[in-house]
Every structure is written in C-alpha cells, then in structure tokens.
C-alpha cells in the first residue's frame, strides 16, 4: 500500500462552517483557530502557491476537517491542525499542532514539508 499525507484542519467541514470560517478570518483573523487553513487559504480558496507545492509533491495528499479524525482511528481529542503519514493501517504524527501553529508563513510550511518528504 502507498503512503498518504494526510493534513487535518482545526475546523469542522461544511457549508455553513465554511462561511462561518470565511467571515472569521476577515474581521477577526487573531481569533482563527486554524493555523493551517490561514497560511494556506486566502479569502477565495486555496493559495496557487501552496496548490502547486501538493500537487508536486512526490506522495499523494488529502486534506480533512476534526469531524473525520475518527476515520482514520484518530480520537476527537488529537489536536490539530496535524499532518500524519498514512502507510497502510498506520499513523504517525509528521508535524503536530503546537508545529503547525507556529509556522510564520506559507514558504516556512512549504520548506517544512519538503524537509519530511524527502525523509521518507
């Protein structure tokens, strides 16, 4: 079986979520709860920049919301944002919350995950 990234979002999914996230973002940034989603979206999607670097990636990425840890056999309490790697039935953790709250910038994210897939 291939490995996966797998990057999990510190929000919920969903149409209403997302406007709710939209809104957020705009006349309350400091309060966003997802460090992942701010440096990676913009205000009407995803970044090109970042768009580019996943589909150049040499592994294949997913992306998810807290509402579907549980299908992968994460618990409601992982806390996220996360990045895992998917190999087969395992997980483990590449870069936890408290890393991924504390990229500055999208270019810091993208050196970030360059540096652990080459490690695989």
């Known amino acids: 079986m291939s490995k996966e990234l797998l990057f999990f979002y510190n929000a919920k999914s969903g149409n209403s979520q ?12 400091g309060s966003y ?5 701010k ?3 913009g205000n009407f999607g995803m ?11 040499k ?14 056999g994460l618990n409601e309490t992982t806390e996220l ?19 991924l709250n504390e990229v500055e910038d999208l270019d810091e994210l993208i050196d970030s995950t360059l540096r652990l897939v080459d490690k695989l």
């Open 18 to 29: 997302a406007l709710k996230d939209y809104f957020q973002k705009i006349f309350s940034p």
């Open 59 to 72: 592994i294949r990425s997913s992306f998810y919301y807290k509402d579907h840890l549980h299908k992968f």
């Open 33 to 37: 709860s997802c460090n992942l989603c």
């Open 81 to 99: 944002p996360a990045l895992f790697l998917k190999d087969g039935n395992q997980m483990t953790e590449l870069m936890s919350a408290k890393t």
């Open 47 to 57: 970044k090109e920049k970042w768009k580019k670097h996943i589909e150049e990636l």
């Open 39 to 41: 440096v990676t979206y």
